[in-house]
């Protein structure tokens, strides 16, 4: 009954609507006759005319640079078999599917009638004026591998045959790290090989340049074990033979004694008994689809001390290409690499070693429904919808075809390059990229308040590996040591304090009596001021105001308005800002969005209005972003009397008044802040016509902060917030349900306000004189 609900559904979701899964979309305007004329006849013999004279300007005026050719015969599809190529295009479709969402490469997919090796390459060589790249799929062994080594050789843009080499390259990543935390080196490793079709040898042949030894194999065909007696084993195959004496051997004999296992084959070939029989600390690759070598469950049944992966995507490890073949492309397309030689496979292999050991950002626990993954036995290899492999792999996938010679396109700024790969997947905003790039300039000590709670130390991990702040952890230090051996991460380099403990005393005598004298008059005494230092929100609090931290972050699991009463009664507001206000940034497709006040003033008046809008002005300026700011209303420019609409429209007038080059305009209802032909239609007089709105000012709290979640939520954006302004230090207070990104974005914006508040630090160097709680410490 299930296979044939899902048999219905794959049927239906490839029928309906429009047949297929794919289909060609202009990039241009081609709507009016001019447009038309361009696009096609005449104007389109003058782009024909500068690529006769120059051929490498069909880079420059057609889509060549981006789009890859998937070319099969349907001799290979999936576990399908020969199948033939009109059966074959729906795989090939699907490749294309994946190009464009895991790297924005274009791909016209090609199903070619011929099965003939070198007709077959004859035919492909001749699409060369079309493609960027070419990538192979489904094409049987051993025709693939003459095939491919012909195209390659005779082709003078990239080509790979992803059934060979994407496997090599994932499971190579994973071998890395599995070997890392089972601590074996790779050229000790016995290996087991099951299987020696296309993807088997291009494995082997990449652990080999890895460093694993020929005579440290014992691989298994049809035919049974690869031994020097056989008369059918080709030059490679050769050297992996052992000796004809074991040409008796089974998978059974095989595995006694291996390190690593594995599994190109067929499914269910391995055993408990045979696992158990394995070294210590062995690796399983069981890769076979859908059913592998061995199901994941019952390896890890046999023995604890095993690592396995499987390429389901059902169970922890999934080797799957889609880790590979976009980057890959996308890097080689990038510096027009003439190929795609062993130096880009290797660096592929390695960035993806490397991103696994990366804390893991929170969308992908959420992705995978997973409270916390991080780099150990059950993850080795990133997972596919991790949204930092195209700026992690098709980066050093261009550098290496720069460094071996192949890249015809070089690139020169790397920072703008990744800037460029991001915008590819509309990850694109400027605001994030100002606001990293400024706090990397300049960490600061940032108090983390609740450092008990994973997310915030996750986010804090984070920080201090890209280089954002140097994190203060406030909380019990066992529970801190404890959740961070939990889940996997380093607390080097981190400070912890728990302001209730012993060693702290004297700061907490010292704190409560500078706060006595503050509050010694508005309802503390001493004993209370003292006793108030052992909670965390007053010690950091007081440590801020002694210069002992640039900046703080509290929440997000304690009540919004009992931590920001410490900060206003101990930091204090700004010089002339009578009241704070709550700034939430959107980062959208479009750019960011700037939502005030959304957490801390109820009902303002229209003269409080103006004060925040002056507030969130400035913080916008320091992202350097021109603030183009819509008071927004249920009324448009008078067309209400009510006193809130009244008050907006006062409070444009206060504005400018204070500031007449302000962009500023309303009251105006929310589709008149982003429908530009509506307002100019209209209200032509509005200063925001022809503007891109980017700040939005709300009547209220309750306005700002139903508007904030429905953007945030129903619009998918991502979120920074709530922003304190007005504050004289940097206290930001996270709201209920924070993300680990989220804190790390709002640690971003703290950073940059300490860093405008001109507070005096070393950055990035050890200090000269250490602070108190870093005496006695190593």
Known sequence: MLNDLRKEQALEYHAKGRPGKIEVVPTKEAKTQRDLSLAY???????????????????????????????????????????????????????????????????????????????????????????????????????????????????????????????????????????????????????????????????????????????????????????????????????????ASKAHWTLKDAMKDADMFLGLSVGNVLNADMIKSMAKNPVVFACANPDPEIMYDAAHDARKDIIVATGRSDTPNQVNNVLGFPYIFRGALDVR???????????????????????????????????????????????????????????????AAMDSGVAQQPIANWDNYEIELNRRLGLDNQLFRVISSKARRD??????????????????????????????????????????????????????????????????????????????????????????????????????????????????????????????????????????????????????????????????????????????????????????????????????NTPEAKMMAEARNILKERDPKMIVDGEMQGILAFNNDILKENYPFSELVGQDVNTLIFPNLSAGNIAYNLLREAGNADAIGPVLLGMKKPVHVLQLGSTVRSIVNMTLIAVIDAQMKCYAHDTGKEPAKKKWWQRGKQ
Do not use: W
Not at 104 to 126: A, G, H, L, T, Y
Not at 376 to 399: S, T
């Open 337 to 399: 690499a003439t190929t795609i030689n062993e130096e880009m496979k290797l660096a592929a292999v390695r960035a993806l070693a490397e991103l696994a050991k990366t804390p893991v950002p929170d969308i992908v626990n959420l992705a995978y429904n997973e409270k916390s993954i991080s780099f150990g036995p059950n993850y080795i290899i990133p997972k596919p919808l991790d949204p930092r492999l195209l700026a992690a792999v098709a980066p050093a996938v261009a550098k």
């Open 443 to 640: 960490p600061r000590n940032v108090i983390f308040a609740e450092a008990d709670n994973i997310k915030v130390l996750k986010a804090a991990e984070i920080c201090l590996e890209e280089g954002i702040c140097f994190p203060i952890l406030m909380g019990e230090e066992k529970k801190i040591r404890r959740l961070a051996e939990e889940n996997g991460l380093t607390l080097d380099g981190m400070t912890i304090i728990d302001p209730k403990e012993e060693q702290c005393e004297d700061k907490r005598q010292e704190y409560g009596e500078q706060f006595f004298g503050m509050r010694g008059r508005k309802g503390f005494n001493r004993y209370e001021a003292i006793k108030a230092m052992k909670d965390r929100m007053h010690f950091g609090c007081m440590m801020l105001r002694n210069g002992e931290a640039d900046a703080l972050i509290a929440g997000p699991s304690r009540d919004y308005s009992g931590l920001i009463r410490p900060a206003l009664q101990i930091i204090g507001t700004e010089p002339g800002v009578k009241k704070i206000a709550g700034m939430y940034i959107l980062l959208t497709k479009k750019g960011p969005l700037f939502l005030a006040d959304a957490t801390v003033n109820f009902h303002p008046t229209a003269e409080e209005i103006a004060d925040i809008t002056q507030m969130v002005s400035k913080e916008v300026r320091s992202f350097n972003i021109q603030p183009r700011i819509a008071l927004l209303s249920y009324s448009n420019f008078g067309s209400s």
């Open 41 to 243: 006849s005449p104007g389109v013999a003058e782009p024909c005319k500068e690529i006769k004279s120059d051929v490498s300007n069909v880079y420059k005026y057609t889509a060549k640079g981006n789009l890859v050719g998937v070319i099969s015969n349907g001799t290979a599809v999936l576990g399908l078999g020969d199948i033939g190529p009109e059966a074959s295009k729906p795989v090939m479709e699907g490749k294309g599917v994946l190009f464009k969402i895991f790297a924005d490469i274009d791909v016209f997919d090609i199903e070619v009638n011929e099965k003939d090796p070198d007709k077959f390459c004859d035919i492909v060589k001749s699409l060369e004026p079309t493609f960027g790249g070419i990538n192979l799929e489904d094409i049987k062994a051993p025709e693939c591998f003459y095939i491919e080594k012909r195209l390659r050789e005779e082709m003078k843009i990239p080509v790979m045959h992803d059934d060979q080499h994407g496997t090599a390259i994932i499971s190579s990543a994973a071998l890395l790290n599995a070997l890392e935390i089972q601590r074996k080196k790779i050229e000790k490793v016995k290996f087991v090989v099951n299987g020696a079709g296309a993807a088997a040898i291009a494995c082997i042949k990449l652990y080999i340049a890895l460093g694993a030894r020929f005579e440290n194999f014992v691989v298994f065909d049809i035919n049974g074990v690869l031994h020097k007696g056989r008369t059918d084993l080709d030059t490679f195959k050769q050297q992996l033979a052992v000796d």
